[in-house]
Nanobody, 119 residues
């Protein structure tokens, strides 16, 4: 069982930046692919970015390419999402997830952190 806790969400103005963190406990962190989804009000969760266990491979949704950067620190059991040039459309709850490499879908989820971007 992997427990995930996201932090870093807050209200910012358009054009601003945030760094979201997701601290993991339980399991062997470096063996899990990690990633982020987000959920807009009244919508299903959508994929944002993921990173392989070693950190060598990353993948982004087209909507965030060039503005968001995912990274991880396997010594701190933490994955990060640097979000730059924020837009009001980025407002939502950001969820961290973990999954073994052999699974297609997330296995463990955090509770989410709210990001609000004002215009």
């Amino acid at each position: 069982q992997v427990h995930l806790v996201e932090t870093g969400g807050r209200k910012v103005q358009a054009g601003g930046s945030l760094r979201l963190s997701c601290a993991a406990s339980g399991g062997t962190f470096g063996t899990y692919d990690m990633g982020w989804y987000r959920q807009f009000p009244g919508k299903d969760r959508e994929f944002v970015a993921n990173i392989s266990g070693s950190g060598d491979n990353t993948y982004y949704a087209d909507s965030v390419k060039g503005r968001f950067t995912i990274s991880r620190d396997n010594t701190e059991n933490t994955v990060y999402l640097q979000v730059d040039n924020l837009k009001p459309d980025d407002t939502g709850i950001y969820y961290c997830y973990a999954k073994p490499t052999y699974l297609q879908l997330p296995l463990y989820w955090g509770q989410g952190t709210q990001v609000t971007v004002s215009s």
